[in-house]
């Protein structure tokens, strides 16, 4: 098994701190330039989109996660609010502005819902921000952990990369198809760099410098058709793909599961690895939770695994994430 030591050197070898400045938080993102978004939006040839977004609900994949909760949706003004001022206008003279609503309402036909939503940023599709995961005390480009507090994110926030779109051409690797799997990966697979080049040369396309490499594992099928949530958290990429993106100067990577990378551990002593190579040494957002199910039906049909990929987080400021609803057109 790689050690601690193998971590490190790996670290040594993908890190971009100072590539594109000091003060540079949004990491690889830097490869999406011009030509690429004009590469990127001369894939649109058939006018088909597809929504990578699971449902932000009470039915969400949240569930054995002690930290994280499926989203809860609030109303805060139906219907029966104006219905209720109206009939009780009379009990709202003290208050003068519950009296000037009542009067609103009992004289004008408008009427209007209002709701919110209460849910942690990383509770269903999702960015992670350069802020998420870190160790040793600093973050990507060498800004020390303490710059988030509670008070958010001041350095590598999501809200740091609202600029760039999110805009470019994206790539779905198909794991599921290439291995022949009906629905999903085994939980104890392991896809490994070697693999992510034979899924790549068999659907005929190449990765290069500014792509976001969407990974199909089957773990969104799986559950909508089983319910299961933690039998098939394990599968994912192996660690030592963080090198394999570096190598093909990758904006970001995501993947239909909740860690991209198999959560087994790969390295003694290292949880998530390639969560810590990615985001704090290379600048590299992750996406987890995309679900590529009908993108990679289509994909099988018209053998094109390439496609624009518009994927713009909320700029939710000091976040370290957010929800986002990832848009695959071809
Ligand atoms: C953690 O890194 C803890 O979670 P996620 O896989 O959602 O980024």
Known sequence: MPTMSDFHSAADRVRNWGRWGDEDEIGTLNFIDE????????????????????????????????FRNNPIHVMTVDGGDAEHFVQHSKDWTANPTAHQISQFFADNPFRFND?????????????DALSHTYYDGKL???FPASAVTSQGATRCGIDKVIDKGIATRGVLLDVVAHRGDEVCLDPAVV????????????QGVAVGRGDIVVVRTGWCENWRRTGERGAMATTGLSWTCAEWLHEREVAAVAADNLTVEVQQSEIDGVFLPFHLLCERDMGMMLGEYWDVTALAADCAQDGVYEFQLIAPPLSVVGAVGSPVNPIAIK
């Open 191 to 202: 896809i490994t760099p070697e693999e992510l080049d034979e899924v790549a040369d068999r």
């Open 140 to 142: 990507y480009n060498g």
């Open 115 to 127: 709701d919110m939503i209460i849910m942690p940023l990383q509770a269903a599709t999702q960015w």
């Open 35 to 66: 030509e690429k978004m004009r590469e990127a939006g001369a894939l649109v040839k058939k006018g088909a989109v597809f929504s990578l977004g699971l449902d932000f609900g009470s039915g969400g994949p949240q569930g054995d996660f002690l």
